[in-house]
């Protein structure tokens, strides 16, 4: 075999590894020159990105991908399967972390004076864990991953506000670690009445023994899990404070990619390592998730309104958005499900540009609460501008990808017979509005006294081009959801609901 | 009735015109007039565009073009019929006749943010032409949150608190409506599978129970808060604290005609004239509709500021389109069509002498404009033609939709809804003749001298006075209104 065949074949593996080394290389880098490591982060999520897309492309064309880790045969072996699901949420992680990745170099440099090793050390290794989660069809394999995510973004965050980020690490750390508890003693227990810790083969044996408590025991212990480590109303309390307090950039990172994995998990422990049938009819735990997600929408909202740090406001809105995601999945028919992993997406483009502009208005301005946003209009335009489109879309104005997904969340509801979620949908829209419009009327119709000797004063080149191209992907994704719907999400929603098209 | 439809990207170019001229606006922000060069560059590029398809349309063809496919079955799509026409002329014309009354009026007020002024009337402008060309509920749903949005930062122009509460007022009337609309989108797709509007209403609504049916028509109806039915008008009298030519172009002319508009496309090309007929939803909302007409003149009554009364007129009138189409015989449907342009023509005239009026004599309270004409007589007679006009009284425009209007509610021997029609033109005289009475006939307080408006703002008064008379003697000119609106009947009502 050729070198070139070798890495080929080994692509899979690979997007864990890269990040992983790379993150160690970084301290190397950052000894060398301190400069570096930006390019060199740069550099690997740039190669990170290639290989997801490759790896998705080669799902879309010839099917799933397995991949035994060191030839070992699963059910013994650590196995990675990369199917449609995993394949696009890689690429999300990926992507968005390449954006945030050029985006760190001005904030990093200001608001981490001295700790830019580390930082860039830690981002990387955010990413190993969060692709690590992603991609492993082993339970245990995930949980070692989910340890790696949950640690380094406890430190990314700790690295924010002094004291504060402190203080919002530590709750995290403590509800995470909760959570993480919950989801070891889950796979425990699979693990005693299986045998085995491969997602594929537990999934095989798992239906003789649905009757079994231990079985429903796991399940619950799952569910609450992921709960909180998506941040799932009420289970929100950590959320907020770790996204308000820490840095900029791990803001939006972990805004981002954090709950978006989280839901991911979700989905992946209720209909890959479970059945549809379990989930949907024997335990109804689909059921309540769409009644526990609508109430996070409209509380999420309720809560954001209330706020006046724009990095909280955002935070209780990803409270609000998480459920989209929830409730598009609980409804447990086609649509519904489109939309709801569409979301996942289109979330991850909205909020991680929601969170690079609040980044870059405190970046050259120090300020977090709206009500000083006046003149912001004529200081940083594009920034704004971005704002106002990535605002827009997550009101759902069509033509920006926030309606695409409200649409089929919408149309699945009324599918499945529940007009009160269609209710709750389009009265989050208004809430959106009522959150946003206050920034808007900050930012463009302040005290016009006060306007009069303002400059532009735009963020620097590497903030701004990442989050115009969050901006342009909102609208274009917006016009052109029917790629990722037609070639990714609709044969991925019929296979994961176990439907034959 | 079969009708051609020829694939052009002109309704595309059209609504395009606006947006790249607001681009441009927004890049000369440092020289006034080149600024003010894109306004009228597009402004008559606009209606060039628009009256290039004219012809087409009197011929009975139909001109579509489909942008792009946003999700599968929901196309974002044009389509130019003769309704849709009529609409996209009245706004496209009249956009070059306020942006020269806007120059004057801006630069004589000396307004601050002017640069965004002219950029987001621009934008509005597309949005209005792309509500006409919509060929379906999920083009006209986008634009109608475009013009919304669009038209916030003209209403809170001024950016007082009471702007900002104005423009908070308008902003949660509309976004209700908006959501109201996309529900009723959502449902129509998902019972039909389709969100493009037919000439006979959308095709298997009618297998829908009543009650739902009946539902849908409500939320719908809730959805055209643009058209500022009582009780959801409040928008619109709250919305005069705006520029004068805001309140001119798009409080009378292209926001509620957006309203109305997308009312009678829900009416005639969603459920259709045979489904409201056989459900009866006319009826109902045409009681109701009637509450406003007549109510609205009484508030109007009330109003000693000239613009909120000329507001409360145009929520009275507005429901006259409203029930035109929902007569659903051939001569209410032309009688409310028709009133489209009729009433933008008359109400324009009107709204702009108001501004003229705070601009040359600073008055904006009737109680204040004792014997006014002698100052403008030029201005007080183009708004007496307005008035009148308003009132229904030959030769200015006005008479004619009344006429259509009263025979299709005699053709249906509805004796209520006669009434309405006519008392509504006794209260439309009430309020009206007090401030003819006023500027003509009551001694001014102190001598006043001629002063004119600048020529910017009286041309365009002129102008829009004297066509509202034309439209009044030679209604039935070629290619005028009644054409176009004679093939839209017809295409409606299947051309009986």
Redesign the interface.
């Known amino acids: 075999m050729t070198g070139f065949e070798i890495i080929i074949n080994n692509l899979p593996v690979l997007t864990v590894v890269i990040p992983l080394i790379a993150g160690f290389l970084t301290t190397i880098t950052g000894w060398i020159d301190r400069r570096l490591c930006w390019y060199w982060v740069m550099l690997t999520m740039f190669v990170v990105v290639l290989i997801t897309s490759s790896n998705l492309l080669t799902v879309i064309n010839s099917g799933t991908i397995y991949y035994h880790l060191g030839g070992w045969m699963p059910p013994f072996g650590i196995e990675y399967v990369i199917d449609l699901l995993n394949g696009f949420v890689c690429l999300i992680i990926a992507f968005i972390g390449l954006m945030v990745a050029i985006y760190s170099k001005e904030s990093v440099k200001k608001e981490l004076p001295g700790k830019t090793i580390p930082f860039y050390s830690i981002f990387l290794l955010l990413i190993t864990g969060l692709m690590g989660m992603t991609i492993t069809g082993d339970i245990f394999n995930f949980y070692v991953f989910l340890e790696i995510s949950s640690l380094t973004a406890y430190a990314l965050i700790a690295m924010g506000d002094r004291g504060d980020g402190l203080v919002a690490s530590f709750n995290y750390l403590i509800m995470g670690t909760v959570a993480a508890s919950f989801i070891l003693l889950g796979i425990g227990y699979l693990y005693a009445v299986t045998g085995t810790l491969n997602m594929a083969d537990m999934q095989n044996i798992l239906p003789d023994i649905y009757g079994s408590k231990v079985v429903l025991a796991a399940l619950a212990f799952f569910m609450a899990g992921f709960s909180i480590k998506i941040g799932l109303f009420p289970l929100h309390a950590w959320l907020p404070d770790a996204y308000t307090h820490a840095p900029s950039t791990a803001s939006a990172l972990i805004a981002g990619l954090m709950t978006k994995v989280g839901a991911y998990a979700m989905i992946r422990f209720m209909f890959s390592v479970f059945t549809p049938a379990f989930v949907i009819d024997m335990t109804r735990t689909a059921e309540i998730l769409t009644w526990a997600a609508a109430l996070a929408i409209i509380m999420g909202s309720v809560f954001a309104i209330a706020q006046s740090d724009i990095k909280r406001m955002l935070a209780y809105s990803s409270i609000s958005q998480i459920g989209y995601i929830l409730l598009g999945v609980g409804l447990v028919n086609v649509i519904g499900m489109q939309g709801g992993l569409l979301h996942i997406l289109n979330h991850a483009f909205m909020k991680c540009a929601l969170f690079l502009v609040a980044g870059a208005i405190f970046y050259r301005t120090g300020i977090r609460n709206i009500y000083q946003f006046q003149g912001l209009g004529k200081k940083m335009p594009v920034t704004t501008l971005v704002f106002l489109i990535a605002a ?1 879309s997550m009101i759902g ?3 920006t990808v926030g309606f ?1 997904s409200k ?2 969340l ?2 699945g509801s ?2 499945a017979g529940q007009w009160i979620f ?1 209710l709750v949908i ?2 989050s ?2 809430l959106n ?1 009522a959150y946003f ?1 206050r920034i808007f ?1 900050n930012i ?5 006294h006060e306007k009069e000797h303002i400059k532009r004063d735009e963020a620097p080149l590497t903030m701004l081009v990442p989050m115009v191209i969050l901006a342009f992907l909102c609208i274009f994704f ?5 790629y990722p ?2 070639y990714i999400l609709e044969p991925l929603s019929n296979t994961l609901l176990g439907i034959m098209p | 009735m079969v009708t051609e439809t020829i694939e052009l990207i002109t309704p595309v170019l059209a609504v395009l015109v606006s947006l790249v001229a607001s681009v441009l606006i927004l890049a000369s922000d440092k020289y006034p007039n080149i600024r003010e060069g894109w306004t009228f560059l597009a402004a008559f590029t606009k209606f060039g565009l628009v009256m290039s398809m004219l012809p087409l349309i009197l011929d009975g063809k139909i001109i579509t073009y489909t942008i ?5 079955n ?1 196309p ?1 799509a044009f389509k130019v019929d003769a309704f849709g026409m009529l609409f996209a002329i009245v706004a496209s014309f009249l956009w070059i006749i306020v942006s020269s009354y806007s120059v004057g009026y801006m630069r004589s007020l000396k307004e ?1 943010a002017q640069t ?1 002024y002219y950029f987001c009337f621009a934008i509005a402008l597309s949005s209005a032409l792309g509500i006409a060309f919509s060929a379906n509920l ?1 083009t006209l ?2 634009f109608y ?2 013009l919304t ?1 669009s038209t916030y ?1 003209l209403v ?1 122009h001024i ?1 007082t608190p009471a702007a ?1 509460s104005a ?2 007022k308008y ?1 949660t009337y509309l ?2 409506a908006g ?2 609309l ?2 009723g989108t ?2 129509v ?2 019972y039909t599978g389709t969100t493009e509007f037919a000439f006979g209403g959308i095709a298997g609504l009618e297998l829908l129970p009543k009650t739902m049916l009946t539902i849908l028509f409500v939320v719908f109806m809730i959805g055209c808060a643009k058209a500022a039915f009582m009780p959801l008008h409040a928008w619109l009298p709250a919305a005069m604290i705006a520029p004068t030519p805001v309140s001119a172009l798009l409080h009378a002319v292209a926001v509620v005609k957006a309203g109305v508009f997308t009312a009678v496309r829900i009416i005639l090309y969603v459920f259709g004239v045979d489904l409201m007929q056989a459900s009866n939803l006319w009826l109902y909302m045409a009681y109701f509709v009637s509450i406003t007409i007549i109510l609205a003149s009484v508030y109007a009554m009330r109003q000693n500021n000239l613009k909120k009364r000329l507001a409360y007129s145009t929520v009275s009138q507005l429901s006259y389109v409203v029930l035109g189409a929902l007569l659903i015989t051939p001569h209410g449907i032309t009688g409310g069509m028709l009133h489209i342009p009729y009433h933008a023509f008359m109400k324009i005239t009107l709204f702009m002498c108001a501004g003229a009026l705070i601009v040359t004599a600073n008055k904006e309270n009737i109680s204040e404009m004792n014997g006014i004409a002698r100052q403008m007589p030029i201005t007080m007679l183009a708004f007496t033609v307005g008035a009148l006009g308003m009132i229904g009284m030959p030769p200015v425009g006005g008479y004619i939709t009344k006429w259509f209007l009263l025979l299709g509610a005699a053709e249906l021997d509805n004796m209520i809804l006669i009434a309405v029609l006519l008392v509504s033109a006794v209260l439309n005289a009430a309020y009206f003749f007090p401030v003819i009475y006023v500027a003509f006939f009551k001694k001014p307080d102190h001598e006043l001298e001629y002063k004119e408006a600048p020529l910017t703002m009286l041309v365009p008064i002129v102008i829009t006075a004297l066509i509202s008379i034309l439209i009044g003697v030679w209604p039935d000119a070629p290619g005028m209104f009644l054409d176009i609106v004679n093939i839209a009947v017809a295409n409606v009502t299947g051309g009986v």
Not at chain 1, 444 to 448: I, K, L
Not at chain 2, 68 to 72: D, G
């Open positions: 827009l104005v069509p033509g695409t649409w089929y919408a149309l009324i599918e269609v389009l009265a829209s208004l509005v419009w009327d463009w119709f302040g005290n016009p917006g016009f052109f959801a029917y719907l037609h | 792009v496919e946003m999700l599968p929901l974002i601050h965004r999920i749903f986008l949150e475009l949005i930062p809170a950016e900002i423009g908070r902003l976004m209700i959501v109201s996309l529900f959502l449902v797709y998902h």
